[in-house]
């Protein structure tokens, strides 16, 4: 199976920054699809970015201050927040469509990383 763990959360004043860091173990052949998803309280989860091969996909609420980036050698995704608002507090959660084999694909998800942007 594949694990994912996500580091960098914390607490950040408004106008602030963040790196989220994904780190993906276990056995497996390679990735499809990475992304970063959210859930604020009272709030569904909703997707922030997404990554597959070359291509990124954003929510509008985050285009132009939140980028998504890969580390294939690594296993790793990022997602770099900047300009960090009150509204972007939630729990943020990697995401990630991985070939556990040839003809096999399987969807995981990590704990979660708490944000909260806060004066």
């Known amino acids: 199976q594949v694990q994912l763990v996500e580091s960098g959360g914390g607490l950040v004043q408004p106008g602030g920054s963040l790196r989220l860091s994904c780190a993906a173990s276990?056995?497996?052949?390679?990735?499809?699809?990475m992304a970063w998803y959210r859930q604020a309280p009272g709030k569904q989860r909703e997707l922030v970015a997404s990554?597959?091969?070359?291509?990124?996909v954003y929510a509008d609420s985050v285009k132009g201050r939140f980028t998504i980036s890969r580390d294939n050698a690594k296993n790793t995704v990022y997602l770099q927040m900047n300009s960090l608002k009150p509204e972007d507090t939630a729990v943020y959660y990697c995401n990630a469509d991985v070939w556990l084999t040839a003809w096999r694909k399987d969807n995981f998800w990590g704990q979660g990383t708490q944000v909260t942007v806060s004066s």
């Open positions: 276990g056995s497996f052949l390679s990735f499809n699809a």
């Open positions: 990554i597959s091969g070359g291509s990124t």
